[in-house]
């Protein structure tokens, strides 16, 4: 079993930065894509970046130039850098990790249990 923990979330202005880390821990081999997803208040859970292996990565337009995501390998950990936050940033984040428990074994989907983001005007 594989377990995320999310922290970084928080109030901030508008304008303003934060940066979300998760990590994994538990039975882990190896790591395939990470990723971040928000869900805002009555809405559906949004892709908001993810990130390949190789460092491949991917955004959701409304997030482009203003947020980067990252991951350090070494301590199964992943980043969101988010920038020039806006209030329709405001949202529950959550880590989504695609990983193997063994050479041999399929890829388990894990997710975080969330951190929330306010973005005040």
């Known amino acids: 079993q594989v377990q995320l923990v999310e922290s970084g979330g928080g109030l901030v202005q508008a304008g303003g930065s934060l940066r979300l880390s998760c990590v994994a821990s538990?039975?882990?081999?190896?790591?395939?894509?990470m990723g971040w997803y928000r869900q805002a208040p009555g809405k559906q859970r949004e892709l908001v970046a993810t990130?390949?292996?190789?460092?491949?990565?991917n955004y959701a337009d409304s997030v482009k130039g203003r947020f980067a995501i990252s991951r350090d390998n070494t301590k199964n950990t992943m980043y969101l850098q988010m920038n020039s936050l806006k209030p329709e940033d405001t949202a529950v984040y959550y880590c989504?990790?695609?990983?193997?428990?063994?050479?041999?074994?399929?890829?388990?989907?894990?997710w975080g249990q969330g951190t929330q983001v306010t973005v005040s005007s």
């Open positions: 989504n990790v695609g990983s193997r428990g063994s050479p041999i074994s399929g890829v388990r989907e894990s």
């Open positions: 538990g039975k882990i081999f190896s790591i395939n894509a």
């Open positions: 990130i390949t292996s190789g460092g491949t990565t």
